[in-house]
């Protein structure tokens, strides 16, 4: 079973940006498409966005499209997620997990998910 640990989280004011890694054990991290969720307090984990294994293709939550951008680098079994233009409703904890089978948005079609970490947007 893969392992993974997100890093990168912290605080930062409105507008401002951050990037979150996660670092993937075991050697199927190049084969597997991997997903970005996070969790405000008090409500659901939702989809923030995923990256296809196959040929790279991404796909985002309408509330993050054009602000957030997922990336990986194979050769680091790393996953990344640039926030850019952040706003006080992406306070969450986010986390990275792994896909049972391809392009998918709900949490029930990831199987391993990471500690989390969490990012506070202030005002």
């Known amino acids: 079973q893969v392992q993974l640990a997100e890093s990168g989280g912290g605080l930062v004011q409105v507008g401002g940006s951050l990037r979150l890694s996660c670092v993937a054990s075991?050697?199927?991290?190049?084969?597997?498409?991997m997903g970005w969720f996070r969790q405000a307090p008090g409500k659901e984990r939702t989809f923030v966005g995923v990256?296809?294994?196959?040929?790279?293709?991404?796909y985002y939550a309408d509330s993050v499209k054009g602000r957030f951008t997922i990336s990986r680098d194979n050769a680091k079994n790393t996953l990344y997620l640039q926030m850019n233009s952040l706003k006080p409703e992406d306070t969450a904890v986010y986390y990275c997990?792994?896909?049972?089978?391809?392009?998918?948005?709900?949490?029930?079609?990831?199987?391993?998910w990471g500690q989390g970490t969490q990012v506070t947007v202030s005002s």
């Open positions: 990256i296809s294994w196959i040929d790279g293709t991404t």
């Open positions: 075991g050697r199927t991290f190049s084969s597997t498409t």
């Open positions: 997990a792994t896909s049972r089978s391809g392009i998918a948005r709900t949490s029930d079609s990831f199987g391993s």
